[in-house]
C-alpha cells in the first residue's frame, strides 16, 4: 500500500534521513523505532508532505506522492497525528471531529446559507460520524467540552478519533503512548489493534514504547543516525546485533 | 531600591525638561525681516515645570501606581464570572439583538436629522467592522489594508454611475462583487505569508489602491474624487424635490405627504440598516458552516488543520474574499450617502479604525464589534469640543482597554455545535 525507497532528506549540510526504505501492506501494522534524533519524525514529516523529501521515490497505493502539497496527500487516505497533540483546543470535541470531515461535507456556500436539505442530510450524517468515533474512543460524554480542558489521554484519543473520521486506509501516529500511564498505554494498545482489525486500516507507528511496539507490530523498520539499521518481524528486530548494539552502546 | 527609583525619576524627569523645554518654552518670531528667538510666557514655563514635577513623581511611586493599575481587573464587576449555559445565552443573545434591531428600527423617527445621518455612518463601520472580523477574528489573518475593498465598492459605484449611469442597487452587488474579485487576486499571493509580513503587505496594498485612484486621473478624477452620486431610490421612488431620472416618480408624490428633506435620510437609513443586518446573519451563519469552522480550526494550528486534508490556501481565501465582499458592499453604500467621494476617504487610518473597532470588540464576536462601532465613531462626535485631543482619548482608551478588558469589550464566546444524546 504505501512504498517508501531511498528516502533522502537533507537540511543544508544535515542529511536527515539517508536511503530510508519501508513498506506497509494492507491490513498490517508497521513500526519505526530508533533512538531519539534518528530522524523517524523527519521520515514521518516526508510521508504526510509536510517536508518535500530531497531524494527518493514514496508510492502510496501505485501513485507517487513525494513533494504533493500535505493536504492533497491526507485526502488520499493517509492520516498523521503528532508528537505533540495538536487540537483545535477552543473548539468543542465534536468540532474536532466536523473539521475533520470537512471534505465529505458539502461546502457549498449556498446550499449552506439556505440549509438546503441535502446539506442538512449531510451535516447530520456527519454528526452521527463524530459521534460514533467518540463513542468508540470512549469520549462521547464529554462530546460539548472544549477540547483544550481535556485530559492529556483523552486527547490522544480524540486526536486518533479525528483521524478516523476521515476514513483513512493508512493512520499514521507518532509517538502514540508519550505521556500515557500503563493503563492508558494498554488501552491504547487494544484501540489500534481494533482499528486494523475491524476498520480494515493499516498502521505506520513511531514509537519508544517497546512492549506496545513489540505486541501489535507485525513488521519493525529500525532507524539510527538518519540510516536504515534493521527491519523485520519484532522477533528478528530483537535478536538482531546491529539493533542492540544501538540501543545499549557497543559493548 | 528606594535610592534607585529616585535616581531613574530624576533622569525621567530632566529628560521631559530637556525635550519639552527647547519645543514649548522658545518660539521663533519674525521681526520684520529677521527671526528672533524668544522665550515663552510664564504660564507655559510653569507647566513645562509642572509636567516635569508630573514625571517626576510618577516615576518615583512608579511600582505602587502600576501595581494599583494591575488590580484595576478585579473592579470589573463582570472579570470573574461564571459562563452562562450556551442556551441562555443564545436565548439573551436572541433577545437583545431582537431589541437593538427594533430600537434601530424606532430611532429614525425620534432624534434630529443629523443622529440620523450619524447612526447611518455608524451602520456602515458596523459592516466594515462586520467584514473585517470574518478575516482578523476569525481567520486570524491581519489585514491593514482593508479599506482599499471599501475604497473599490465606492469608488465602483460612483464610476459606473459616472460613465454608466448605473444605479444603485445594480451597482451594489456589482461592487460588492468587485471588491470580492479584487481580494481573491490579493489573496492569492499573499496568504502564503503569515503574521506580520501579511499584514504589511496588505498595508502596502491599501496604499496602491489609494495612490493609484489619486493618480488616475482621467478615470477617477484623481484627487478631486467623484461628486454626484446618487442617492438609492426605492422602487423607482426618487427622494427629490423633482426627478432627476427619466421614468422615475416622487416618494412624496406617491404616498401624497408633503415634500421634507427626511425621508431621503430616514430611508438611506433604513436601507443601510437591512444591509448591515444581512451582512451579520449571513456572517452568522457561515460561523456554523464547514466553512467557518474551517476559518477557525486553521487559526486554532494551522499544520494539524493541514493534516486533515484542508487546503489552506483556499480556506484563508475565503476568508478574504468574503471580507472583502462585505467592504465592497459598506463602500457602496457609502458613495450613495456622501454623494462624494476621494482618495482623501480612504487612508490608512481608516484601517486603522476598523481594526480598532474589531480589537475593542472582541476579536470574533459579533454584538462586541457591533457595540464597538458604535463607540468608535459617536464618541469623538460627542467629545467634538475637544477635537483636538481626540486622538488622544482614542489613545488613552485603548490602553485602558489593554489593562481592563485585552480580550475586548463583549470577548467571542463561541456557539458550539452541540451533539445531542442520542437514544
Given amino acids: 500500500m504505501l512504498e517508501v525507497r531511498n528516502l533522502s532528506m537533507r537540511f543544508g549540510?544535515?542529511?536527515?534521513?539517508?536511503?530510508?526504505?519501508?513498506?506497509v501492506n494492507e491490513h498490517e501494522i508497521v513500526s519505526i523505532i530508533g533512538?531519539?534524533?534518528?530522524?523517524?519524525?523527519?521520515?514521518?514529516?516526508?510521508?504526510?508532505?509536510?517536508?518535500?523529501?530531497?531524494?527518493?521515490?514514496?508510492?502510496?497505493?501505485?501513485?507517487?506522492?513525494?513533494?504533493?502539497?500535505?493536504?492533497?496527500?491526507?485526502?488520499?487516505?493517509?492520516?498523521?497525528?503528532?508528537?505533540?497533540?495538536?487540537?483545535?483546543?477552543?473548539?468543542?470535541?465534536?468540532?474536532?471531529?466536523?473539521v475533520a470531515q470537512h471534505r465529505h461535507l458539502n461546502t457549498n456556500l449556498f446550499a449552506g446559507?439556505?440549509?438546503?436539505?441535502?446539506?442538512?442530510?449531510?451535516?447530520?450524517?456527519?454528526?452521527?460520524?463524530?459521534?460514533?468515533?467518540?463513542?468508540?474512543?470512549?469520549?462521547?460524554?464529554?462530546?460539548?467540552?472544549?477540547?483544550?480542558?481535556?485530559?492529556?489521554?483523552?486527547?490522544?484519543?480524540?486526536?486518533?478519533?479525528?483521524?478516523?473520521?476521515?476514513?483513512?486506509q493508512l493512520l499514521m501516529l507518532d509517538e502514540p503512548a508519550a505521556g500515557l500511564n500503563p493503563a492508558e498505554t494498554r488501552d491504547l494498545n487494544h484501540l489500534i489493534v481494533s482499528l486494523k482489525e475491524d476498520y480494515n486500516v493499516s498502521v505506520l507507528l513511531i514509537e519508544h514504547d517497546m512492549s506496545l511496539v513489540m505486541e501489535i507490530s507485525d513488521r519493525i523498520n529500525v532507524i539510527n543516525q538518519g540510516r536504515p539499521l534493521a527491519c523485520g518481524t519484532p522477533e528478528e528486530v530483537r535478536q538482531n546485533d546491529d539493533v542492540i548494539k544501538a540501543y545499549l552502546g557497543e559493548a | 531600591m528606594a535610592a534607585q527609583n529616585f535616581k531613574h525619576a530624576l533622569f525621567c524627569a530632566i529628560v521631559t525638561l530637556v525635550i519639552s523645554y527647547p519645543i514649548l518654552g522658545l518660539n521663533l518670531v519674525a521681526q520684520g525681516t529677521q527671526v528672533v528667538l524668544e522665550g515663552a510666557d510664564t504660564a507655559t514655563l510653569i507647566s513645562i515645570v509642572l509636567a516635569a514635577v508630573a514625571v517626576f513623581l510618577f516615576q518615583l511611586f512608579r511600582d505602587h501606581i502600576m501595581g494599583s493599575v494591575g488590580k484595576m481587573p478585579n473592579l470589573n464587576p463582570f472579570a470573574n464570572r461564571e459562563p452562562m449555559e450556551q442556551s441562555k445565552r443564545q436565548r439573551l443573545d436572541t433577545i437583545v439583538l431582537t431589541l437593538l434591531v427594533i430600537g434601530a428600527l424606532i430611532w429614525p423617527f425620534l432624534v434630529s436629522?443629523?443622529?440620523?445621518?450619524?447612526?447611518?455612518?455608524?451602520?456602515?463601520?458596523?459592516?466594515?467592522?462586520?467584514?473585517?472580523?470574518?478575516?482578523?477574528?476569525?481567520?486570524?489573518?491581519l489585514d491593514l489594508g482593508y479599506v482599499a475593498f471599501y475604497a473599490v465598492g465606492a469608488y465602483t459605484f460612483a464610476l459606473l454611475y459616472q460613465y454608466f449611469n448605473i444605479s444603485f442597487w445594480l451597482a451594489l452587488p456589482i461592487g460588492a462583487c468587485l471588491a470580492a474579485t479584487?481580494?481573491?487576486?490579493?489573496?492569492?499571493?499573499?496568504?502564503?505569508?503569515?503574521?506580520?509580513?501579511?499584514?504589511?503587505?496588505?498595508?502596502?496594498?491599501?496604499?496602491?489602491?489609494?495612490?493609484?485612484?489619486?493618480?488616475?486621473?482621467?478615470?477617477?478624477?484623481?484627487?478631486?474624487?467623484?461628486?454626484?452620486?446618487p442617492d438609492p431610490t426605492l422602487f423607482g421612488m426618487e427622494f427629490g424635490r423633482r426627478v432627476k431620472e427619466e421614468g422615475n416618480t416622487l416618494f412624496h408624490e406617491v404616498f401624497n405627504i408633503s415634500y421634507s428633506g427626511n425621508h431621503k435620510i430616514i430611508v438611506l437609513y433604513l436601507i443601510t440598516l437591512v444591509l448591515a443586518l444581512f451582512t451579520a446573519l449571513v456572517i452568522r451563519r457561515f460561523t456554523k458552516m464547514p466553512v467557518g469552522r474551517s476559518w477557525e480550526a486553521l487559526r486554532e494550528d494551522e499544520i494539524a488543520a493541514r493534516s486533515l486534508g484542508l487546503n489552506r490556501t483556499s480556506v484563508k481565501l475565503s476568508a478574504f474574499t468574503i471580507g472583502a465582499f462585505f467592504a465592497g458592499f459598506a463602500g457602496t453604500v457609502f458613495a450613495s450617502k456622501q454623494g462624494f467621494i476621494s482618495p482623501e476617504s480612504f487612508v490608512f487610518l481608516e484601517s486603522a479604525i476598523i481594526l480598532a473597532i474589531v480589537v475593542l470588540g472582541g476579536m470574533g464576536s459579533q454584538i462586541g464589534v457591533i457595540l464597538a462601532a458604535v463607540a468608535v465613531i459617536i464618541l469623538p462626535e460627542l467629545a467634538r469640543e475637544f477635537s483636538e485631543y481626540r486622538m488622544l482619548l482614542f489613545g488613552l482608551a485603548m490602553v485602558l482597554m489593554m489593562i481592563w478588558r485585552p480580550q475586548g469589550l463583549m470577548p467571542m464566546r463561541r456557539i458550539h455545535i452541540e451533539l445531542k444524546k442520542q437514544e
Avoid at chain 1, 460539548?144 to 480524540?158: D, I, M, P, V
Wanted: glycine residues 12%.
Fill in chain 1, 113 to 168: 446559507l439556505l440549509k438546503t436539505p441535502s446539506y442538512r442530510q449531510q451535516e447530520q450524517k456527519a454528526l452521527d460520524r463524530a459521534a460514533y468515533w467518540l463513542d468508540r474512543v470512549g469520549l462521547l460524554e464529554l462530546a460539548n467540552r472544549e477540547a483544550g480542558n481535556l485530559a492529556y489521554g483523552q486527547q490522544r484519543r480524540l486526536e486518533i478519533a479525528r483521524c478516523m473520521v476521515t476514513e483513512p
Fill in chain 1, 35 to 98: 533512538p531519539n534524533g534518528a530522524g523517524k519524525t523527519t521520515v514521518f514529516n516526508c510521508i504526510s508532505g509536510f517536508y518535500c523529501p530531497t531524494g527518493g521515490k514514496i508510492r502510496f497505493q501505485g501513485e507517487e506522492v513525494q513533494g504533493k502539497p500535505d493536504f492533497k496527500i491526507s485526502r488520499l487516505g493517509m492520516v498523521r497525528t503528532f508528537q505533540h497533540v495538536r487540537l483545535f483546543s477552543k473548539m468543542t470535541v465534536v468540532e474536532n471531529l466536523l
Fill in chain 2, 182 to 229: 479584487f481580494g481573491f487576486l490579493l489573496g492569492f499571493p499573499v496568504l502564503r505569508l503569515r503574521g506580520d509580513y501579511l499584514a504589511i503587505v496588505t498595508l502596502g496594498f491599501g496604499e496602491i489602491i489609494r495612490i493609484l485612484l489619486n493618480n488616475m486621473t482621467w478615470l477617477t478624477g484623481g484627487p478631486n474624487g467623484i461628486g454626484g452620486i
Fill in chain 1, 13 to 23: 549540510g544535515l542529511l536527515a534521513v539517508d536511503q530510508v526504505s519501508l513498506d
Fill in chain 2, 113 to 141: 436629522r443629523g443622529s440620523v445621518d450619524l447612526a447611518t455612518l455608524v451602520l456602515i463601520y458596523v459592516m466594515l467592522a462586520l467584514g473585517l472580523n470574518v478575516v482578523v477574528g476569525l481567520a486570524g489573518l
